[in-house]
C-alpha cells in the first residue's frame, strides 16, 4: 500500500511533521556553519615550522622537568639552554651564536630572549647568565 500524501494525513501527524523538519533545519544552521568556519591546521600561516620547532623545544625542556613539578616550575637555570642543569661553556657558546637573530628566523631561541623583545641582543646575556665565569653555576 503506497504511503498516504502529507496532505492526506492527520493534523497531529502534519504538525509533528514540520516540528520535527524545523528543529532538523535550525540545528544544521546553528552546528553546520561552525564546522565551516573551524580553523584549519594547514595553511594557517601562524603554524610555521618556527612555531612547531619551538613547541618541540618546550617538550623536551618538560621531558627533563623530575616527576610532580608544578606547571610554571621551572627549575632549570635561564641560561641553560641544552637542558643538562648547568649553565656551563656550552650554554654560552650556543647565546653568543644567536646573537642577532629575531623571531621567525630558524635560529632564533625564544628562552634566550629575556627582555621579550623579539630579538637575542647582547643585553639579554646579564639576566641569563648573571655573573657568568664559566663555571658550571646557573646565573640566576
Excluded: W
Excluded at 655573573?131 to 653555576?137: A, E
Amino acid at each position: 500500500m503506497p504511503e498516504p500524501k502529507f496532505e492526506d494525513r492527520p493534523v497531529a501527524e502534519r504538525v509533528i511533521g514540520i516540528l520535527s523538519a524545523i528543529v532538523l533545519v535550525c540545528v544544521g544552521i546553528l552546528f553546520f556553519p561552525l564546522q565551516l568556519r573551524a580553523p584549519s591546521i594547514e595553511g594557517d600561516p601562524l603554524l610555521r615550522p618556527e612555531t612547531e620547532e619551538f613547541f618541540e623545544q618546550v617538550e623536551e625542556r618538560l621531558q627533563l622537568l623530575p616527576p610532580g613539578t608544578p606547571m610554571g616550575d621551572d627549575t632549570s637555570a635561564p641560561c641553560d639552554f641544552d637542558g643538562d642543569k648547568d649553565c656551563d661553556d656550552d650554554d654560552h657558546a650556543f647565546f653568543r651564536a644567536i646573537i642577532g637573530t629575531c623571531r621567525g628566523e630558524s635560529n632564533y631561541h625564544p628562552l634566550a630572549d629575556s627582555d621579550g623583545d623579539g630579538c637575542v641582543i647582547q643585553g639579554d646575556e646579564p639576566s641569563l647568565f648573571g655573573r657568568y665565569d664559566g663555571s658550571d653555576s646557573p646565573g640566576r
